[in-house]
């Protein structure tokens, strides 16, 4: 291997790239040369003007950074990138398309950290995929870039497993870091002529197209399976959400339920009411669904904090002679019922 570092411009954005760029920056056989992000945006309820996270951790680290709106329009910064003649540049959820003359600014290529096993699940939302149909695993995979969305040489892969638990939060975190040191492994493996390129199954491919705040709306006529499913992958956003009467509500832990006939009286489970609140059971509700039970665990009412769904349903069903009358939730607004 030369005795210089390897020379990259680092192009990413949101928090998953973050721990990416402290990896490859540590690494003494890297040198970063700059750091490209998109502008400031409007966040929070205040709507206050706030840099990407990427351009904070850059700052930080003392790194020459770049905004751009348009890196394909960016004339100025184009010429720039190409003066600093790097030897990769280095996306990792840049948010941006690059066009073939970006691509043709390194010298060896540009390299993508990509969060599925390429090919499967290509596009803008793999993470969410990846849990909404049940996979077992799923991981980072290393590409050469091309103009085609994630159909791009495949370099190496780490692998992630999926259990019961798993949400796309607690994925995310997972995914990102581990994209830093494939990165490293892909660009000092690349140099030493130890990772070479291989052509996709393009045959086998699957897409993550974006996914919409209305998908994570619940259908109580899915499967306990499915509805499960749903509520791990929007957790924590935008929150799989229900209606009870007017009051929307994030569901962020459920599980398919098992009944068991010595706790739970047939009659308790016998609805065939897709959405009917069941029961509540010392580790939350239990709620008919098209087919099985969903025992939610905790929630997030409209305007309040993340609390234990038996808490919640303690408060909102007030008992009347010693019995509750438990509601039903819906897909969209009812009328308001009363407790």
Known sequence: MSTHPIRIVFLGTPAFSISALQTLNADARIEIAAVVTQPDRPAGRGQKLTP????????????????TVSIKKDEALKAHLKSLA??????????????????????????????????????????????????????????????????????????????SETTMGTLTEQLSLAAGPLLVDTLVGMVEGRVHPEVQPHELATHAPKCQKEDAILSWQESAHQLQLKVRAFNPAPG???????????LLKA????????????EILKSDQPGQILAIIDTGLLVRTGEGILEIRSLQPAGKKEMAARDWALGAFKAVDGKRSL??????QTAPLLA
């Open 86 to 163: 790097p030897d990769f540049l280095v996306t990792v959820a840049f948010g941006q398309i690059l066009t073939q003359e970006v691509l043709d600014i390194p010298k060896v290529g540009t390299v993508n950290a990509h969060a599925s096993l390429l090919p499967e699940f290509r596009g803008a939302n793999p993470i969410q995929q990846a849990i909404l149909q049940g996979k077992p695993e799923t991981g980072i995979t290393t590409m050469l870039t091309e103009l085609g969305v994630d159909t791009g040489p495949m370099l190496l892969k780490h692998v992630v497993s999926i259990d």
């Open 52 to 67: 990407p996270p990427i351009k904070t951790l850059a700052d930080e680290l003392g790194l020459p950074v770049f905004q």
């Open 240 to 250: 799989a959400a229900t209606f009870l009467g007017n009051e929307r509500i994030k």
């Open 255 to 266: 599980r398919e339920y098992q009944p068991n006939p010595a706790a739970q009286s047939e």
């Open 327 to 332: 509601g039903s939730f819906n897909a969209s």
